[in-house]
């Protein structure tokens, strides 16, 4: 099997035992009756889809003169499609901006991602720990560095997140490396002042590389459901965001939550985590997502 591709299967088992199992067989079965319909839209909402659009699904089903479960399949993947692409630049280094809060899987998603980026593009990165609020915060991104041949760029606990977002910087040039990922706090309980600290991040690392951040990631916890869409939102009106990371959606029956995300906040879905491990990462694919929601076992 190719390292990457072909995970969402697995990664979406308990959304597609939970939900889309039985919204697949339901759909299968000829014609709908009012009672079939009110359980495709309560299975949907329970699935964390939002109301609104369970009712743009609802009537699209209802409406189509094909098939109702091709059409369903169709408008997920509308709903779900964006642009997945990294934004390289011409002349090197990239820098990566990883965001959000704390716990959702920022620092994961950066192994991930510079493991990714590594092996699909043959690019070396410099992971720079501007996650300065706790010692094993540094310490945990220094073991993603060691596990992917990366680069690392820290400082001592406590100091200017904006100085480590430099100095990576300023290695990545200095030593040719092609990406700078940058790991950020997330601490919410101080959330103007987070807003400020990423935002100084980006300024600072202009100074170098007047285009950068090349892309900043907004990371969002798929269990959390719509609080993590709630905290998606403030950090959208405060940064200027590219994309989106989905993690945990292993650990999740309501994957349903990528379809709300992505409609409501209008940034694509980059990436996604599924599992914990270095290779539980996939590169987004509204196809593969929404195929693997009503694949059978
Ligand atoms: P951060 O605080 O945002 O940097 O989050 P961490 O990267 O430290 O991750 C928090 C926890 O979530 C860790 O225990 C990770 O192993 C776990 N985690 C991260 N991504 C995923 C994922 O896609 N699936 C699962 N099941 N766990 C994940
Ligand atoms: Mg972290």
């Not at 900043?216 to 200027?240: I, M, P, S, W």
């Not at 996604?272 to 694949?295: H, I, Q, R, W």
């Amino acid at each position: 099997m190719a390292l990457f591709g072909g995970k969402f299967k697995k990664g979406l088992s308990k959304t597609r035992n939970s939900f889309f199992k039985r919204i697949f067989s339901i759909l299968r079965g000829g014609k709908l009756s009012k009672e079939d319909i009110e359980e495709i839209e309560e299975l949907l909402i329970s699935a964390d889809i939002s109301i609104e659009t369970t009712e743009k699904l609802l009537s699209r089903i209802l409406e189509t003169k094909s098939d109702p479960l091709s059409e369903l399949e169709k408008a997920l993947v509308e709903l779900l499609s964006g642009d997945t692409s990294l934004n390289f630049p011409a002349i090197p280094p990239m820098v990566v901006s990883v965001v959000g809060v704390n716990g959702t899987g920022k620092t994961t998603t950066i192994g991930k991602l510079a493991h990714y980026i590594n092996k699909e593009y043959k690019k070396s990165i410099v992971l720079a720990a501007a996650d300065t609020f706790r010692a094993a915060a540094i310490d945990q991104l220094k073991i993603w560095a060691q596990r992917t041949g990366a680069d690392f760029i820290a400082h001592q606990m406590g100091s200017d997140p904006g100085a480590v977002a430099y100095d990576a910087v300023n290695h990545a040039k200095a030593t040719g490396k092609d990406v700078v990922i940058i790991d950020t706090a997330g601490r919410l309980h101080t959330k103007f002042n987070l807003m400020n600290e990423l935002n100084k991040i980006h300024r600072v690392v202009k100074k170098i590389v007047p285009d950068a951040p090349h892309e900043v990631l907004l990371v969002v916890d798929a269990t959390t459901g719509q609080n993590g869409l709630v905290q998606a939102q403030k950090f959208k009106e405060a940064v200027e965001l590219t994309g989106l990371v989905i993690t945990k959606l292993d650990g999740t029956a309501k994957g349903g939550i990528a379809v709300t995300i992505k409609e409501k906040l209008g940034i694509p879905i980059k990436f996604v985590g599924l599992g914990e491990s270095l290779e539980d990462f996939e590169v987004f694919s509204a196809e593969s997502f929404v195929k693997s929601l009503f694949e059978e076992a």
